[in-house]
């Protein structure tokens, strides 16, 4: 089963649109969705048009959860609020619902699925550093986790008290002993410094993993993102990639 694994789309369609295009040329049987379909981006409703017609599982991101008025806004800084905001005001009543419905975790053979971290998703814990990670691998079901929430491309592994680090483009997760965490970075709004967009492949015949970056016409969305009215600071990081 080939698997492309998106997370935080942030209402950027045209990011979404190119990795759409790179995921057709891979031939994949499954396309899943971790969450933050919305907040930021200036096309939320059709990002939930596409991804409720493309993908076979969408998970609820903490943008989610607030755009359908779940989570506390307080919890956001002043930018994501003002976006969650907009975003609200902009959503229909069917992708509201959509969004309301999204499941918070999701398991498929040896791989969990999950928007923020496999130990209470709900919490929304952020995974940056092996010091975050270390203790995430003793609440895994699965051997695999694939995750998204920090907008960072990197994936970790752990055997016995052993941690290592996966940073280059292409994974053959090949020791059966060992679990491995893999952040996919974000399609609408990466944060590690590489302004395109980010999703991941997985081969779970071959046991590979792929990190796949992608050019899209980032001036597009910044210019729909000023008519629109949203924050200039989150108009401008799109540009830089952090
Ligand atoms: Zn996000």
Redesign the pocket.
């Known amino acids: 089963m080939r698997y492309a694994i998106l997370s935080?789309i942030?209402g950027n369609l045209e990011a979404l649109q190119a990795v759409l295009r790179d995921i057709e040329q891979q031939g994949v049987d499954k396309i899943v969705c971790l969450g933050?379909v919305v907040?930021y981006g200036p096309n939320p409703n059709e990002c939930v048009d596409v991804i409720r017609e493309k993908a076979h599982i969408c998970l609820m991101?903490n943008?989610d959860y607030a755009a359908i008025g779940k989570e506390p806004i307080e919890y956001f800084n002043p930018y994501a609020r003002d976006a969650i905001l907009w975003t609200r005001r902009q959503l229909t009543g069917d992708n509201l619902a959509f969004l309301r419905d999204l499941p918070f975790l999701h398991i498929d053979g040896e791989i969990t699925f999950v928007h923020s971290s496999p130990h209470r998703p709900e919490d929304w814990t952020y995974i940056l550093t092996p010091r975050d990670v270390y203790h995430q691998f003793n609440f895994m079901q699965t051997p695999l986790c694939f995750v998204?929430?920090s907008?960072v491309a990197i994936g970790f592994a752990r055997r016995g008290d052993d941690l290592w680090i996966l940073l280059e483009d292409e994974h053959r997760l090949e020791d059966h002993e060992a679990r491995y965490i893999i952040n996919v970075g974000?399609v609408g709004q990466p944060r590690d410094q590489d302004p395109r967009a980010s999703y991941g492949l997985y081969d779970s015949g071959q046991r590979t993993f792929q990190f796949r970056r992608i050019e899209y016409d980032i001036e597009a969305v910044q210019k729909q993102m000023e008519e629109a009215g949203l924050p200039q600071y989150l108009i401008d990081r799109l540009s830089y990639g952090r």
Request: proline content about 0%; glycine content about 30%; charged content about 20%.
């Open positions: 935080d942030h933050d907040g991101g943008h998204g929430h907008h974000a």
